[in-house]
């Protein structure tokens, strides 16, 4: 890992322990709050411990990217947990199908960037 990626990795995880412990809910009950830093802060530790050991560069760069946009939205939408998707119904296709197969590949394509690493967790 060169020393400029390690700074901004590091960069990116006070930045965020900066944001929990700043971060009001848009509720603005004490309760939700607290709910909510608590889950920024599990979530921080969780992925950045789990993704410690990646020596890839292109793999480091997706998870960099992934924590910006989920940065980036949790900010703007005041809300710290993922944001669904909504995919197209698996249609008529039989799990059997070829089609069910391709169906599936489509969605793991389409899958945005800032929910990469939240199936794998949970």
Sequence with gaps: MTPV??????GLY????????TWR??????KETEKEKQYIVSEAKTLF???????????????????KA???LGLHYHNPYPRPIHLPPMGLAQPQARAFRHQEKLRKISKPIYLKSHDEIS
């Design 14 to 21: 006070r930045k965020i322990f900066r944001i929990a412990k």
């Design 70 to 72: 989920r940065i980036e």
């Design 5 to 10: 990626t390690r700074q901004e990795i590091l």
């Design 49 to 67: 411990c789990k993704n410690r050991a990646l020596r890839d560069p292109e793999l480091i760069k997706q998870c960099v990217e992934e924590c």
């Design 25 to 30: 809910s848009a509720t603005g009950q004490m």
